[in-house]
Protein backbone atom coordinates (compact mmCIF):
# COMPACT_ATOMS: atom_id res chain seq x y z
CA UNK A 1 0.00 0.00 0.00
CA UNK A 2 1.43 3.56 -0.64
CA UNK A 3 2.05 5.95 2.05
CA UNK A 4 -0.32 7.80 3.83
CA UNK A 5 -0.36 11.80 2.69
CA UNK A 6 1.79 13.60 5.48
CA UNK A 7 -1.13 15.19 7.31
CA UNK A 8 -2.46 11.60 8.07
CA UNK A 9 0.37 10.39 8.62
CA UNK A 10 1.25 12.92 11.68
CA UNK A 11 -1.80 12.88 13.11
CA UNK A 12 -2.23 8.75 13.63
CA UNK A 13 1.57 8.77 14.87
CA UNK A 14 0.74 11.51 17.49
CA UNK A 15 -2.40 9.30 18.86
CA UNK A 16 0.02 6.00 18.58
CA UNK A 17 2.61 7.50 20.05
CA UNK A 18 0.38 8.81 23.27
CA UNK A 19 -1.74 6.05 23.42
CA UNK A 20 1.33 3.56 23.76
CA UNK A 21 2.38 6.27 26.31
CA UNK A 22 -0.97 5.68 28.13
CA UNK A 23 -0.50 1.51 27.90
CA UNK A 24 3.06 2.04 29.83
CA UNK A 25 1.64 3.76 32.54
CA UNK A 26 -1.84 1.35 33.39
CA UNK A 27 -0.23 -1.87 32.10
CA UNK A 28 2.56 -3.40 34.77
CA UNK A 29 2.20 -6.74 33.66
CA UNK A 30 4.96 -6.98 30.38
CA UNK A 31 2.56 -10.22 28.84
CA UNK A 32 -0.37 -7.86 28.90
CA UNK A 33 1.53 -4.72 28.15
CA UNK A 34 2.74 -6.08 24.70
CA UNK A 35 -0.90 -7.55 23.97
CA UNK A 36 -2.60 -4.09 24.80
CA UNK A 37 0.75 -2.48 22.66
CA UNK A 38 -0.49 -4.68 19.88
CA UNK A 39 -3.51 -4.41 19.78
CA UNK A 40 -3.04 -0.57 19.70
CA UNK A 41 -0.29 -0.81 17.04
CA UNK A 42 -3.12 -3.39 14.74
CA UNK A 43 -5.76 -1.12 15.29
CA UNK A 44 -3.71 2.32 14.27
CA UNK A 45 -2.58 1.06 11.54
CA UNK A 46 -5.36 -0.24 9.97
CA UNK A 47 -7.33 3.10 11.03
CA UNK A 48 -4.53 5.14 9.34
CA UNK A 49 -5.22 2.42 5.82
CA UNK A 50 -9.06 2.77 5.93
CA UNK A 51 -8.96 6.82 5.46
CA UNK A 52 -6.16 6.09 2.62
CA UNK A 53 -7.79 3.45 0.46
CA UNK A 54 -11.86 3.69 1.62
CA UNK A 55 -13.44 6.40 -0.45
CA UNK A 56 -16.38 7.55 1.60
CA UNK A 57 -14.00 7.53 4.71
CA UNK A 58 -11.57 9.56 2.71
CA UNK A 59 -13.90 11.92 1.90
CA UNK A 60 -15.04 12.18 5.38
CA UNK A 61 -11.12 12.28 7.22
CA UNK A 62 -10.89 15.25 4.60
CA UNK A 63 -7.29 16.63 5.60
CA UNK A 64 -7.47 15.02 9.22
CA UNK A 65 -7.26 16.11 12.91
CA UNK A 66 -5.89 14.39 15.92
CA UNK A 67 -9.76 13.51 16.88
CA UNK A 68 -10.92 12.15 14.19
CA UNK A 69 -7.32 9.82 14.49
CA UNK A 70 -8.17 8.95 17.85
CA UNK A 71 -11.67 7.93 17.49
CA UNK A 72 -10.62 5.62 14.34
CA UNK A 73 -7.73 3.98 16.31
CA UNK A 74 -10.15 3.28 19.04
CA UNK A 75 -12.71 1.67 16.69
CA UNK A 76 -10.02 -0.15 15.06
CA UNK A 77 -8.37 -1.29 18.30
CA UNK A 78 -11.37 -2.68 19.18
CA UNK A 79 -12.25 -4.54 16.16
CA UNK A 80 -8.49 -5.86 16.89
CA UNK A 81 -9.44 -6.69 20.34
CA UNK A 82 -12.51 -8.67 18.17
CA UNK A 83 -10.18 -10.38 15.81
CA UNK A 84 -7.90 -11.99 18.65
CA UNK A 85 -11.10 -13.68 20.43
CA UNK A 86 -12.29 -14.52 17.51
CA UNK A 87 -8.78 -16.17 16.29
CA UNK A 88 -8.64 -17.80 20.01
CA UNK A 89 -12.01 -19.10 19.45
CA UNK A 90 -11.14 -21.04 16.89
CA UNK A 91 -8.52 -23.00 18.95
CA UNK A 92 -11.33 -23.33 22.10
CA UNK A 93 -14.61 -23.63 22.87
CA UNK A 94 -16.25 -20.00 24.00
CA UNK A 95 -17.57 -20.48 27.68
CA UNK A 96 -19.08 -17.17 29.72
CA UNK A 97 -15.81 -16.78 31.03
CA UNK A 98 -14.54 -16.09 27.33
CA UNK A 99 -17.21 -13.76 26.76
CA UNK A 100 -16.46 -11.95 30.17
CA UNK A 101 -13.09 -11.89 29.98
CA UNK A 102 -13.47 -10.43 26.04
CA UNK A 103 -15.59 -7.45 27.89
CA UNK A 104 -12.98 -7.18 30.53
CA UNK A 105 -10.68 -6.64 27.79
CA UNK A 106 -12.58 -3.51 26.06
CA UNK A 107 -13.03 -2.11 29.12
CA UNK A 108 -9.11 -2.13 29.63
CA UNK A 109 -8.64 -0.94 25.80
CA UNK A 110 -11.27 1.92 26.41
CA UNK A 111 -9.53 2.89 29.68
CA UNK A 112 -6.65 3.15 27.81
CA UNK A 113 -8.13 5.78 25.56
CA UNK A 114 -9.14 7.65 28.80
CA UNK A 115 -12.76 6.38 27.91
CA UNK A 116 -15.20 5.27 30.00
CA UNK A 117 -18.14 6.19 28.38
CA UNK A 118 -20.73 3.27 28.39
CA UNK A 119 -21.27 3.92 24.81
CA UNK A 120 -17.92 2.16 23.66
CA UNK A 121 -18.90 -0.65 25.66
CA UNK A 122 -22.22 -1.68 23.90
CA UNK A 123 -20.62 -1.12 20.61
CA UNK A 124 -17.88 -3.31 21.46
CA UNK A 125 -20.67 -5.47 22.03
CA UNK A 126 -22.30 -5.31 18.85
CA UNK A 127 -19.50 -5.34 17.62
CA UNK A 128 -18.86 -8.96 18.52
CA UNK A 129 -22.07 -10.07 17.98
CA UNK A 130 -21.79 -9.06 14.19
CA UNK A 131 -18.38 -10.18 13.67
CA UNK A 132 -18.89 -13.44 15.44
CA UNK A 133 -22.12 -13.95 13.54
CA UNK A 134 -20.51 -13.21 10.02
CA UNK A 135 -17.49 -15.18 10.74
CA UNK A 136 -20.05 -18.26 10.52
CA UNK A 137 -22.93 -17.66 8.09
CA UNK A 138 -21.45 -14.99 5.80
CA UNK A 139 -17.68 -15.61 5.60
CA UNK A 140 -17.17 -12.32 2.80
CA UNK A 141 -18.22 -10.50 5.77
CA UNK A 142 -19.84 -7.94 4.20
CA UNK A 143 -22.63 -7.02 6.16
CA UNK A 144 -19.95 -6.55 8.85
CA UNK A 145 -17.95 -4.36 6.52
CA UNK A 146 -20.94 -2.37 5.63
CA UNK A 147 -21.71 -1.69 9.19
CA UNK A 148 -17.56 -1.47 9.94
CA UNK A 149 -17.50 1.46 7.80
CA UNK A 150 -21.07 3.12 9.27
CA UNK A 151 -19.52 2.59 12.52
CA UNK A 152 -16.21 4.40 11.31
CA UNK A 153 -18.23 7.14 9.58
CA UNK A 154 -20.08 7.70 12.97
CA UNK A 155 -16.71 8.41 14.70
CA UNK A 156 -16.12 11.07 12.19
CA UNK A 157 -19.05 12.99 12.88
CA UNK A 158 -21.60 11.57 10.03
CA UNK A 159 -24.42 9.71 11.70
CA UNK A 160 -25.61 6.56 9.46
CA UNK A 161 -27.51 4.34 11.47
CA UNK A 162 -29.80 4.13 14.09
CA UNK A 163 -28.12 1.73 16.40
CA UNK A 164 -30.81 2.02 19.52
CA UNK A 165 -33.16 0.56 16.82
CA UNK A 166 -30.86 -2.06 15.76
CA UNK A 167 -30.97 -5.66 16.56
CA UNK A 168 -28.17 -7.62 16.62
CA UNK A 169 -26.72 -9.33 14.48
CA UNK A 170 -28.07 -8.31 11.39
CA UNK A 171 -29.00 -10.52 9.17
CA UNK A 172 -29.86 -8.73 6.40
CA UNK A 173 -28.71 -5.48 5.47
CA UNK A 174 -31.72 -4.70 2.72
CA UNK A 175 -34.38 -5.60 5.76
CA UNK A 176 -31.87 -3.11 8.05
CA UNK A 177 -32.50 -0.53 5.53
CA UNK A 178 -36.23 -1.11 5.16
CA UNK A 179 -36.85 -0.93 8.89
CA UNK A 180 -36.29 2.64 8.99
CA UNK A 181 -33.04 2.40 10.69
CA UNK A 182 -30.54 3.17 8.33
CA UNK A 183 -30.40 6.71 8.03
CA UNK A 184 -27.28 7.43 5.27
CA UNK A 185 -26.18 4.36 3.66
CA UNK A 186 -23.87 6.74 1.00
CA UNK A 187 -21.11 4.99 2.90
CA UNK A 188 -21.62 1.83 4.09
CA UNK A 189 -22.73 0.21 0.62
CA UNK A 190 -19.57 0.43 -1.80
CA UNK A 191 -18.13 -2.83 -2.51
CA UNK A 192 -14.97 -1.30 -3.20
CA UNK A 193 -14.31 0.22 -0.07
CA UNK A 194 -15.73 -3.05 1.74
CA UNK A 195 -13.50 -5.10 0.39
CA UNK A 196 -11.03 -2.14 1.40
CA UNK A 197 -11.71 -2.07 4.19
CA UNK A 198 -10.84 -5.79 5.00
CA UNK A 199 -7.70 -5.04 3.12
CA UNK A 200 -6.93 -2.23 5.97
CA UNK A 201 -7.92 -5.05 8.45
CA UNK A 202 -5.92 -8.05 6.83
CA UNK A 203 -2.54 -4.79 7.38
CA UNK A 204 -3.49 -4.10 10.60
CA UNK A 205 -3.60 -7.86 11.99
CA UNK A 206 -0.28 -8.77 10.47
CA UNK A 207 0.91 -5.50 12.29
CA UNK A 208 -1.01 -6.71 15.65
CA UNK A 209 1.02 -10.59 15.14
CA UNK A 210 4.49 -9.14 14.48
CA UNK A 211 4.23 -6.68 17.33
CA UNK A 212 3.58 -9.67 19.37
CA UNK A 213 5.66 -11.96 18.31
CA UNK A 214 8.71 -9.18 18.84
CA UNK A 215 9.48 -8.68 15.03
CA UNK A 216 10.31 -5.36 13.25
CA UNK A 217 7.42 -4.04 11.59
CA UNK A 218 8.12 -2.51 8.55
CA UNK A 219 5.76 -0.34 5.92
CA UNK A 220 3.90 0.57 8.62
CA UNK A 221 3.13 4.32 7.97
CA UNK A 222 1.19 4.89 11.01
CA UNK A 223 3.65 4.20 13.84
CA UNK A 224 7.42 4.25 13.00
CA UNK A 225 8.25 3.45 16.64
CA UNK A 226 5.92 0.63 17.19
CA UNK A 227 8.40 -1.58 19.87
CA UNK A 228 8.22 0.14 23.59
CA UNK A 229 10.07 -2.76 25.77
Same mark, same amino acid.
Given at each position: ?15 ? =?? %? ?21 ? $? ?12 ? $? ?6 ? $?????? #?? #??? #???? #? ?10 ? !? ?19 ? %? ?40 ? =? ?38 ? %? ?13 ? %? ?14 ? !?? $???
Amino acid at each position: MEELQQTGDRYFKAVH =EV %INDSIARMVKDEGERRFYESLLA $GGNHAASKVVTYCE $GMKELYGE $GSASKS #LE #LTK #LFTL #LMLIQSYRWLSE !NQAQTDQSEEASQAAAVNVLA %IFGDGDDHYVELFSRMKIQFDYDSQHHTSMVHMGGLMLGWAA =EAMGQKCVDWENTRFPVKSMSALTHSGAVLDSSRMRSPAD %IKALWACHGAGCKVL %IDHYEGKDVEGNSSAS !NQ $GSD
